[in-house]
C-alpha cells in the first residue's frame, strides 16, 4: 500500500492506510498498546487492540523505532475527541507493524524542549536534538524565511550568484579563517567574512541586481547570537540612492515576514539617528516593544543611519566603524577627499535593527577609485598598502563601475527574531558548541605528518 502522510490521515476515515515513520511515544496498557507515530507531517495516535496480530511486534517496539503501519483510521468516539491537537479527532486502528529500524535507547529526551540539555551532548547527537519538536519547527521557520526572501528577490529581477569560498584575506574588521594551498606551500586563502568585494565586482560586470544566500565565516569571540559561521541574504543593486536600497529591503522583509504570519510594530520603519539612538537607548541595537508585543510575538523594525564612518584605533589613527568600502553621506564627501574633519565624517551606512538585534546592514559604496583611495588614506594607508589591500578594486572601479549600494542580513539573527530564540546554535543545524568544536564531527583536530608534509607546514606545538 502507498504511503499516507500522517498529516493528511484526516481525510482518510473509514479507509485502510499505510504510514511510516517513528515511534514518538508508546504507552503499553497491558491488553492494548497505545502509540504516537511521528512523520514529517505530525502525529497521530495509533491503538494496537486485544486480539492483533499487531500485539506481539507491539510489545517489542520502543521509543524512536522506524516503522511502516497499517491499519484504519477511525473516527474517535465524541468523549475521546481531543479539541486544538493534530489528529484529535481520529485514530489508527492498527493491523500490521513492520520494524524498518530499531533505536538505542535516547542519549536523553527529546519529546520536550532540549534546550536545557548539556551542550556538547545535544551537539554530539545533534541530528536527535533536531528530531525535537521546537528544532524542526526553527529549521522550518528558517527555511521558509530564505525561501520567502529569494522568491521576493526573484520577482524583482534579482539573479542569484556564488562567489568564491576560497579567497583573498579582506578587511572586514574580524579575523580570518584561512586555508593553507598545497600548490603553493607556505600561502594561504582565506575563508569569506562576507562576499563585499566579489559582489561590488558584480556591479561593475554589469548584472545590476545580485544576491546571495551567502556564508560568511569569521574567527570572533563566540556569544550567543554570535558563532564563527553564519548566514547572510546578501544583495546587491546599482544606480541606487541609500534610500533605494532601505525602500527595497523594507518592502521584501514586510512582504516576507507578513506572510509568515508575523506582525510589525510600525510601518514605514521608524529611523533614527546612531547619535540620537546612542542617547536614547545607549546602544545602536534596541528593542522598542512593549512587553505585551515582546508576548504576541511583534516584530519591532528601525533604521539606524548617520553612523561615523571612522573611528580611533588604540594607537591614535582612523578605522573605519563599518564597511571600508561605503561612501560618506552627500554633504561629507569633500571632507573625505579632502582628509579633514575625519572623526565628523557620517557614512551611508544603514542598519535595520529588530527586537534589540541587528537584522542587517549595509551601505552604498564608494565607487571611484579616488573615494575608496581617499578613504583608506584617512585610515593611514600608504600608496603600497592601499595596491597591495585593494589595489584590484581600485582597478575596477577604473572601468565604468555603476554607483552601487547593498546589505546583508543575517539568516540567524532574522530567525532567532522570528521564533524568539535567544541563541543561534538553536536556528542553526549543526552549530558550533561554545568552545569552538563542531557537532557531531570533532573538528578542529590534528593533520596528519603526510598531510603537514603536503601542504609545506610544520606545527608549533605548545
Ligand atoms: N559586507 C557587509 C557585512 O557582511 C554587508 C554589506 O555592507 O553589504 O556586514
Known amino acids: 500500500m502507498e504511503r499516507t502522510l500522517i498529516g493528511e490521515l484526516g481525510s482518510y476515515a473509514g479507509r485502510a492506510v499505510s504510514i511510516s515513520g517513528w515511534v514518538d511515544v508508546r504507552r503499553d496498557q497491558g ?122 528577490l526573484f520577482s524583482k529581477q534579482f539573479i542569484e550568484i556564488e562567489t568564491p569560498l576560497l579567497t583573498e584575506s579582506t578587511p572586514e574588521g574580524s579575523r580570518d579563517f584561512v586555508v593553507p594551498s598545497r600548490l603553493h606551500p607556505g600561502s594561504f586563502y582565506a575563508l569569506p567574512q562576507s562576499p563585499q568585494q566579489y559582489k561590488q565586482l558584480l556591479m561593475t560586470a554589469g548584472f545590476e541586481r545580485y544576491f546571495q544566500i551567502a556564508r560568511a565565516v569569521r574567527d570572533e569571540d563566540l ?51 546612531y547619535k540620537d539612538a546612542m542617547e536614547k537607548y545607549g546602544a545602536d541595537k534596541f528593542d522598542m516593544r512593549t512587553p505585551e508585543e515582546k508576548e504576541k510575538g511583534v516584530l519591532a523594525y528601525a533604521w539606524v543611519v548617520n553612523f561615523p564612518f571612522f573611528e580611533k584605533t588604540d594607537e591614535g589613527g582612523w578605522t573605519f566603524t563599518h564597511n571600508p568600502f561605503s561612501m560618506p553621506i552627500p554633504e561629507h564627501l569633500e571632507w573625505l577627499m579632502k582628509g579633514e574633519r575625519i572623526g565628523e565624517i557620517l557614512t551611508t551606512q544603514y542598519d535595520l535593527v529588530c527586537n534589540g538585534f541587528e537584522s542587517g546592514g549595509g551601505s552604498i559604496r564608494a565607487h571611484k577609485p579616488g573615494i575608496l583611495e581617499a578613504a583608506y588614506k584617512a585610515m593611514g594607508f600608504s600608496a603600497e598598502e592601499l595596491e597591495e589591500r585593494v589595489g584590484h578594486m581600485l582597478k575596477a572601479f577604473r572601468y565604468g563601475t555603476p554607483p552601487h549600494g547593498g546589505i546583508a542580513l543575517g539568516i540567524e539573527r532574522n530567525v532567532m527574531n522570528l521564533t524568539g530564540e535567544t541563541y543561534l546554535r538553536e536556528v542553526q543545524a549543526f552549530p558550533m558548541t561554545r568552545g569552538g568544536q563542531t557537532a557531531v564531527m570533532k573538528a578542529p583536530k590534528p593533520l596528519t605528518d603526510k598531510q603537514l608534509k603536503e601542504l609545506g607546514l610544520k606545527v608549533d606545538k605548545k
Open 223 to 273: 556569544r550567543a547570537d554570535r558563532g564563527f559561521e553564519h548566514s547572510q541574504v546578501d544583495l546587491e543593486m546599482s544606480f541606487v540612492t541609500m534610500e533605494d536600497v532601505m525602500a527595497a529591503v523594507e518592502d521584501m522583509m514586510t512582504t516576507v515576514v507578513e506572510a509568515m504570519g508575523y506582525s510589525i510594530k510600525e510601518k514605514p520603519f521608524p529611523r533614527i539617528s
Open 31 to 152: 491488553k492494548m498498546v497505545f502509540f504516537d507515530f511521528r512523520d514529517r507531517s505530525g502525529l497521530v495516535q495509533g491503538v494496537v487492540l486485544p486480539g492483533s496480530s499487531a500485539m506481539e511486534a507491539a510489545k517489542d517496539i520502543r521509543n524512536e523505532y522506524v516503522v511502516r503501519v497499517e491499519g484504519t483510521v477511525n473516527k474517535r468516539p465524541e468523549k475521546n475527541v481531543q479539541p486544538g491537537r493534530q489528529n484529535g479527532d481520529i485514530e489508527l486502528e492498527v493491523k500490521s507493524i513492520e520494524v524498518l529500524n530499531p533505536s538505542d535507547a535516547m542519549p536523553f529526551d527529546i519529546s520536550g524542549d532540549t534546550g536545557g540539555i548539556d551542550e556538547s551532548v545535544r551537539a554530539e547527537y545533534r541530528y536527535l536534538d533536531l528530531r525535537s519538536n521546537r528544532m524542526q519547527k526553527n529549521m522550518r521557520v528558517r527555511s521558509e524565511f530564505v525561501r520567502r526572501c529569494r522568491e521576493y
